[in-house]
């Protein structure tokens, strides 16, 4: 196997440069998506049998695509958001697909295609639904790469008991089809192509379902997996403490003792990030993933969120104003990681994570400290 985060380190610099050019409103960061594929991590997260490198699939992989989700989100956190959707994407159905739809979607991974999950349904309208004569009614929202992703996997109910557990199904999406993108008017993530996806009229082919009802939520998986954009975040993090750093240099104000202090607090936050997400990684990723995965994933996309939020009120306070005006390349970074930051229920994640912890038989002090 080659040396999949050498060749995507090599491809950094210029996806962190198309980053900045592609910062407009229904942008896709289309030549970053063929720089992963060219570097062999549209395929990653294949199982090794399959010509991958477990990334996302099995135990072996957890660290290295730890890393990768960090490096991308560096560099881009749009296409660090796209690249999280099709690991995520590529997990689901080889975990719950049949022999065939694996091989399937294996062979279209390798052939360089984008998959994405999309799950949120829009507010105030009923959920995408199975319909009694096997097609499709509604749409999706928030769905990133719409419109260029060629493989969706999505969440439906059968429409007459909208509250069942929800079906996986695993569809195949002409480019440029069904997607509407105009409602993407967020202040950051804007080459992320999020938007609506109207499946009205779409018949289901034998071999779309992938899985049983209620797969998609099965835990720890679920919310295990929030490690994933946890560790996209803290990519975006680090960009934002990168050019603070770049900012002190460069201005030589670094030596003042507040500036010095905030310095030293930012990189406190961002090591505290990865620390979490390191470790969070290996308790979802293991085979079988810990016990304790989920809450553990649940206070790590928490810390992370926090440190996030700290390196912001870091950075811009000791950049000043700079760091609101264009091109300025805080201006985006801020601005791409405040919104990215924006994942669901995040009180719900803190609060189960709690009611676990006031639950649990283990001293506290013992609770995550694994040989
Ligand atoms: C750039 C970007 C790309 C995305 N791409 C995708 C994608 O490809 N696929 C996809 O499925 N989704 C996608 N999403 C959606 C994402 O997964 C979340 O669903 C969304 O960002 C959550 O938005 P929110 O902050 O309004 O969350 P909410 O969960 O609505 O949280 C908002 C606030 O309300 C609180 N809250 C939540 N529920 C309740 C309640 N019942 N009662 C009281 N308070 C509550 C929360 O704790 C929080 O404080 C994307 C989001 C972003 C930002």
Known sequence: MPDLLAALRLRLPGIAEAAATEDVDGAFPAGSVAALDAAGLLRAPLARALGGAGWGIEAEGAAPLAQALRLVGRASLPLGRLYEGHVNALRLVQRHGSAAQVAAAARDAAAG?????????????????????????????????????????????????????????????????????????????????TGAVDFTGLALQDGMAIGSPGDYLRQP????????????????????????????????????????????????????????????ALRAEAEPAAAEAATYANLART???????????????????????????????????????????????LGVAAADILAAVPAVGDLWDRP
């Open 221 to 280: 998986d679920f919310s295990a997996g929030a490690w994933r954009f946890a560790a996209v975040q803290c990519g975006g993090l680090e960009a934002v403490l990168g050019a603070l750093r770049e900012h002190l240099r460069r201005t030589n104000r670094g030596g003042d003792p507040h500036q010095a202090a905030r310095l030293g607090q930012a990189a406190l936050a961002a090591e505290t990030a990865r620390l979490w997400v390191h470790s969070a």
């Open 113 to 193: 295609l984008l998959f994405g999950v999309w799950n949120t349904d829009a507010p105030g309208e009923p959920p995408l639904a199975i319909r009694p004569d096997g097609r499709l009614a509604g749409r999706k929202v928030l769905c990133s790469g719409a419109g260029f992703a060629a493989r969706a996997l999505v969440t439906a109910r059968p429409e007459a008991t909208p509250e069942a557990p929800p079906q996986m199904l695993l569809v195949p999406l002409v480019p440029g089809e069904r997607a509407d993108i105009s409602g993407w008017t967020a202040q950051g993530m804007r080459a992320s192509a």
């Open 303 to 349: 810390a992370v969120e926090r440190a996030a939020l700290d390196v912001l009120e870091l950075a811009q306070r000791s950049v000043g104003l700079t760091a609101f005006l264009r091109p300025n390349p805080l201006e985006r970074l801020c601005r791409d990681l405040a919104t990215y930051l924006r994942q669901p229920a995040p009180d719900r994640a």
